[in-house]
């Protein structure tokens, strides 16, 4: 049996979708919950999961629930916690999310749980697609996936567990850091590789689209992730902005030092540098 | 009834053995030749194509030939096709290529066959894989490919209306363009996604190549063709160093505009700026 009994989603998109679709497959018994903004997305809810109690009246969404999980965007995230901690809360609720940056959504987040028996502790599971919506919803998106969970000083006795437990259900691995090592770590596994999607694609066809009728399985690969939402990056890169200049400036010094051996025709040099990345490329395991 | 009646495939690759297996699906009655540099490689094709003539003999392999392809790096097509000019060649032979820059093979290789009957006319079908080698070779590997083809004004009468029909037989969409022409398209769709994966994937993981563990798929897609080789991609590069070189320069110049935007906080331009991307990747056909 789980050790959670009633639990929370808040914003039903692809994650919030995802979630719901994956926690009726792997935890059946638990209650589940979701909360939207607007009226057509609860009808939505109702319409895809019949048993999903669904509503835009979050005070009645959170009230006895053990989790809730917030699904939005992280700009809107404050706004909401603030308005669930004038709820009548569980005192064993943990409050988590899912967003793609820690250091602010935690330093803002955990204050507000502070005073109530609840607490916040942040979730990042590393999965995702460039499709966004409820209908792109899947019950495998968290399989194998990776979670880091964020704890900190603050974190409440009991929740790092609970929380490690209800993802690893889920299918998910987990991993610990700290708010401010995950947006390091994320820089440059995650928001680096968008970012160098979105470069590739605008170096590639900004001046001349047309070469497109060339293009073969390299340039898919490479961009894929460029055609991801522009609002909800837009809000991850600048949320994390320090890190991922950081990790563009790294970039930035790779690409010159490619450049000067194609000038100077280091052969030698440059079958080094393609090598080394190779190594490195492989030590991801093959899917 | 194809108008090829006797093909030589010179080096037996990922691409050489990909054409022997398509030509034998899709052109029955034709024969196929293989030349290989080493013993150990014509026992390789000879074990896998029972039905294939297969030698270290290239005045055996190319007599008789309508159809030559010149599969390995580009930096050995000269010394092979000046070895083959030196044979008995047929008089309606084309001699192609399959190698990934134009203008400079094209240069070299044309004036080759200029005094015998025989021709050259340059062939790249944009299709391959980070996997390498004979063993990785498939029968669909130019299915739906692009295939461009890059005449001149001393492409012989009748050559490209036959090596057009070739690679249509194989699945390829055909283009044409000159030499030059097609560096430019190629350095923008291939040879710069190439670069930017390998620079992905060095900026990512050189420091640290622990956050490897919290990779997800943007990651493993965006930087899967920095695992080609090593050595072929040295050679593409240099070859096509100029094309490649002012690629990278527009790469740079959007990364600095990326770094200017994330430092001063224009969110409003940052949106524009993944918005623009991604209406230039969604013209993309989904696969």
Redesign the interface.
Known sequence: MSVERSIAIFSPGLLGGSLVKTIQQRMPGVEVRVWARRDEAVEEVKNLFPNVVASTDLAAVIQGASLALLCMPIQYMPGIARQMVACDLADDLIVTDVGSVKGQVVAELEPIFQPSKAGFLGSHP????QHTGLAHSRGDLFHQ??C?LTPTGQTKTGHLGRLRTFWQKLGCRI?EMTPQQHDH??A???H??????????????????R?????????????????????M???I??QN?AE??S??????S???E??EM??T?D?EA?????????A?????PA?
Chains 1, 2 share one sequence.
């Open positions: 590393m999965a995702g697609s996936a990776a880091i991993q770590c994320v440059r596994i995650s680096l590789p968008h970012c160098m999607a979105v470069l590739t694609t605008l170096a590639a066809l900004k001046q001349d689209k070469v497109l009728d060339s293009s073969a399985g390299g340039f898919r690969d490479t961009t894929r992730v460029a055609g991801g939402d522009p609002d990056w837009a809000g890169l600048m902005r991922v200049v990790s563009l400036q790294d970039a930035a790779v690409l010159l490619l450049v194609l000038q025709m052969e440059l079958r080094r540098f393609l090598a080394q990345a190779k490195l490329r492989d030590l991801l899917v």
